[in-house]
């Protein structure tokens, strides 16, 4: 029998020819060195921060070289999908930026590549493994569960190697006719492919972020077609790729291992291989060494710990191109506010050795991000945050928009902006004093004190506030209250005799404080009682427990 017949027995529902896919999805127009890329997720429910970091990569390399960056929806795995995944996950990613250009979206798919669901796809993947078979590339195996697990305890006592190939590969020379008779008869087959390689000849590749890279030829007749024909993942990443016309290929370093064997199956296609970029795993620090972030042990892999935590997403993003690219961080601090797409994100500056993910760093990078942000920016993502994960504190939030801005506004632009805010979550007990529902008294008095004396004090200062004094009438006022308790109006006097003072004009300062905002640390305290206003300000003072 010819390979002619075997293909047609294999594939009758087969109507198309490879001409016609690459005539249907020509080379794109595209200004010279534009990159496509993609990310091509599973819909499994769960979206982490490798899906991100790789997402970025992706769309920097594209958007900065005038090229596509599309989604396709790696879904050949229904056992592993969950009913909302895709919807996870363009959600997921819209939440921290990143926009597609084509692919799976919303409301269906965009673009002239598609169908970006693997799933979709079926007739694609049959046509082109037809093509394989009829040149002799592929071949079906008939080999059952137990026979491969024979044959693999069979390997284990002869000290070789596992896997298909060689004198294993058990159906690799299977008479055509007795393949028929198999297939007519129904015994289930994969289909596999029939590698010429040799593992003691090396490929010379090139990886852009490794750069060279010698790997021996791939010996093994993997399957490119399971036993119910969805296509394995590494024959789908080889049609599809090369259908959607990727030029970059960026995935994570696990699948560095099976490169030769999508550098073999491009060859056999006739093909030219797309560039391969393997990223770094993220790791974490572990005792003194450090271990890849892992879904069981740590939270924080997932997307989802950084949504409901209130992580902004401008702070994750700039906190992960440092990780990205060595020269953003001195990039950074020479354009300290320029917008993150101005970085020249670049492949070399990337690490081979995995990055370390430090959830400290990123609050401090956070700090930064959010001190440089405009108050209404911070109101409206605080808003939209607690909107879905602090319904209360939203909606106090919301009733008095101008108040809101207010209180944010304190200490924000400057040379030395206030750095209280790295979570939108901690936005409430940050503003939870300007809110007489959520007021509490943190911090006692200062121990030392007469409690009569800081009585006096607090009554003193309401005496003489006068709300429309400017910054230095009220701080003049302070001093005075000082001055008439027998404090030293000034820290410098007091230290050259401290006998001399009960204490000085910072400790009085102290006890408004704490009278007025409950703690010892708070923004300005002039600008908390204008925003607090006199009577809700002396309410406080006088309030206030000695
Ligand atoms: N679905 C694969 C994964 O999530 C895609 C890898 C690739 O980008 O080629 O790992």
């Given at each position: 029998?010819s390979?002619?017949?075997?293909?047609?027995?294999?594939?009758?529902?087969?109507?198309?020819?490879?001409e016609?896919y690459?005539?249907?999805?020509?080379?794109r127009?595209?200004?010279?060195?534009?990159?496509?890329?993609?990310?091509?997720?599973?819909?499994?429910?769960?979206?982490?921060l490798?899906?991100l970091?790789?997402?970025?990569t992706?769309?920097?390399?594209?958007?900065?070289?005038?090229g596509v960056?599309?989604l396709?929806?790696?879904?050949t795995?229904?056992?592993?999908?969950?009913?909302?995944?895709t919807?996870l996950?363009?959600?997921s990613?819209?939440?921290?930026?990143?926009?597609?250009?084509?692919?799976?979206?919303e409301?269906?798919?965009r673009?002239d590549?598609?169908?970006?669901r693997?799933?979709?796809?079926a007739?694609?993947?049959?046509?082109?493994?037809k093509?394989?078979?009829?040149?002799?590339?592929?071949?079906?195996?008939?080999?059952s569960e137990?026979?491969?697990a024979?044959?693999?305890?069979?390997?284990?006592r002869e000290?070789?190697?596992f896997?298909?190939?060689?004198?294993?590969?058990?159906?690799?020379?299977?008479?055509?006719e007795?393949?028929e008779?198999?297939?007519?008869?129904?015994?289930?087959?994969?289909?596999?492919?029939?590698?010429?390689?040799?593992?003691?000849?090396?490929?010379?590749?090139?990886?852009?972020?490794r750069?060279?890279?010698?790997m021996?030829?791939?010996d093994?007749d993997?399957?490119?077609?399971?036993?119910?024909?969805i296509?394995?993942?590494h024959?789908?990443h080889?049609?599809?790729?090369?259908l959607m016309r990727?030029?970059?290929?960026?995935?994570g370093?696990?699948w560095?291992?099976?490169?030769?064997?999508?550098?073999?199956?491009?060859?056999?296609?006739?093909?030219?291989?797309?560039?391969y970029c393997?990223?770094?795993?993220?790791?974490?620090?572990?005792?003194s060494?450090?271990?890849?972030?892992?879904?069981?042990k740590?939270?924080e892999?997932?997307l989802?710990?950084?949504?409901?935590d209130?992580?902004?997403?401008?702070?994750?993003?700039e906190?992960l191109m440092?990780?990205?690219?060595?020269?953003?961080?001195?990039?950074r601090?020479?354009?300290?506010?320029?917008?993150?797409?101005?970085?020249?994100?670049?492949?070399s500056?990337?690490?081979?050795s995995?990055?370390?993910?430090?959830l400290?760093?990123?609050?401090?990078?956070?700090?930064?991000?959010?001190?440089?942000?405009?108050?209404?920016?911070?109101?409206?993502?605080?808003?939209?945050?607690?909107k879905?994960?602090?319904?209360?504190?939203y909606?106090?939030?919301?009733?008095?928009?101008?108040?809101?801005?207010?209180?944010?506004?304190?200490?924000?632009?400057?040379?030395?902006?206030?750095?209280?805010?790295?979570?939108?979550?901690?936005?409430?007990p940050y503003?939870?004093?300007?809110?007489?529902?959520?007021?509490?008294?943190?911090?006692?008095?200062?121990?030392?004190?007469d409690?009569s004396?800081?009585?006096?004090?607090?009554?003193?200062f309401?005496?003489?506030?006068?709300?429309?004094?400017t910054?230095?009438?009220w701080?003049?006022?302070?001093?005075?209250?000082?001055s008439?308790?027998g404090?030293?109006?000034?820290?410098?006097?007091?230290?050259?005799?401290?006998?001399?003072?009960?204490?000085?004009?910072?400790?009085?300062?102290?006890f408004?404080r704490?009278?007025l905002?409950?703690?010892?640390?708070?923004?300005?305290?002039?600008?908390i009682?204008?925003?607090l206003g006199?009577?809700?300000?002396l309410a406080r003072?006088n309030?206030?427990?000695?």
């Amino acid at each position: 029998m010819s390979f002619e017949r075997l293909a047609e027995l294999l594939f009758p529902d087969v109507e198309r020819d490879a001409e016609y896919y690459e005539r249907l999805y020509p080379p794109r127009k595209l200004p010279e060195g534009a990159k496509v890329t993609r990310l091509a997720p599973s819909p499994t429910g769960f979206i982490h921060l490798g899906n991100l970091y790789g997402a970025l990569t992706d769309e920097r390399l594209a958007h900065q070289s005038g090229g596509v960056f599309f989604l396709r929806i790696e879904d050949t795995d229904a056992k592993r999908e969950v009913p909302n995944g895709t919807e996870l996950i363009r959600s997921s990613l819209r939440s921290f930026g990143l926009n597609f250009d084509e692919g799976a979206l919303e409301g269906g798919d965009r673009g002239d590549y598609g169908p970006y669901r693997q799933r979709q796809r079926a007739q694609i993947y049959h046509t082109f493994a037809k093509k394989l078979v009829l040149e002799g590339k592929a071949y079906p195996c008939f080999c059952s569960e137990e026979e491969l697990a024979e044959m693999r305890a069979e390997q284990e006592r002869e000290k070789v190697n596992f896997g298909y190939y060689g004198k294993w590969a058990k159906y690799r020379d299977l008479p055509a006719e007795e393949a028929e008779c198999r297939i007519r008869a129904g015994q289930p087959y994969v289909l596999r492919f029939r590698s010429e390689g040799d593992p003691s000849h090396y490929l010379h590749l090139t990886d852009q972020i490794r750069g060279k890279i010698d790997m021996p030829e791939n010996d093994q007749d993997f399957v490119l077609l399971k036993s119910d024909g969805i296509p394995t993942y590494h024959f789908a990443h080889v049609v599809d790729d090369h259908l959607m016309r990727v030029t970059h290929v960026v995935r994570g370093e696990e699948w560095l291992a099976t490169w030769p064997i999508h550098v073999q199956l491009f060859a056999a296609l006739g093909w030219k291989c797309p560039k391969y970029c393997h990223t770094a795993h993220l790791m974490k620090a572990e005792g003194s060494g450090k271990r890849k972030l892992s879904k069981r042990k740590d939270p924080e892999l997932a997307l989802s710990f950084y949504r409901e935590d209130g992580y902004p997403a401008e702070s994750v993003r700039e906190y992960l191109m440092t990780l990205l690219n060595s020269n953003f961080e001195e990039w950074r601090l020479a354009n300290p506010a320029a917008d993150i797409d101005g970085f020249r994100f670049a492949l070399s500056k990337m690490g081979i050795s995995g990055a370390l993910f430090d959830l400290d760093k990123l609050r401090d990078v956070s700090k930064n991000v959010v001190a440089a942000m405009p108050a209404q920016q911070v109101y409206d993502a605080v808003a939209e945050w607690a909107k879905e994960y602090d319904r209360p504190f939203y909606d106090l939030l919301t009733a008095d928009p101008a108040y809101a801005l207010r209180v944010l506004s304190i200490g924000r632009g400057g040379k030395k902006p206030r750095k209280d805010i790295a979570l939108w979550s901690d936005v409430k007990p940050y503003m939870s004093l300007f809110y007489d529902e959520l007021f509490t008294r943190e911090e006692p008095m200062p121990q030392g004190f007469d409690a009569s004396l800081v009585k006096k004090a607090l009554s003193l200062f309401c005496e003489t506030y006068d709300e429309h004094d400017t910054q230095e009438q009220w701080f003049a006022k302070v001093k005075a209250v000082a001055s008439a308790l027998g404090f030293a109006p000034e820290v410098k006097q007091y230290k050259q005799s401290p006998e001399s003072y009960p204490g000085h004009v910072g400790d009085v300062s102290m006890f408004l404080r704490i009278a007025l905002t409950g703690r010892s640390s708070s923004p300005d305290m002039y600008e908390i009682m204008q925003i607090l206003g006199r009577e809700r300000t002396l309410a406080r003072l006088n309030g206030c427990p000695v």
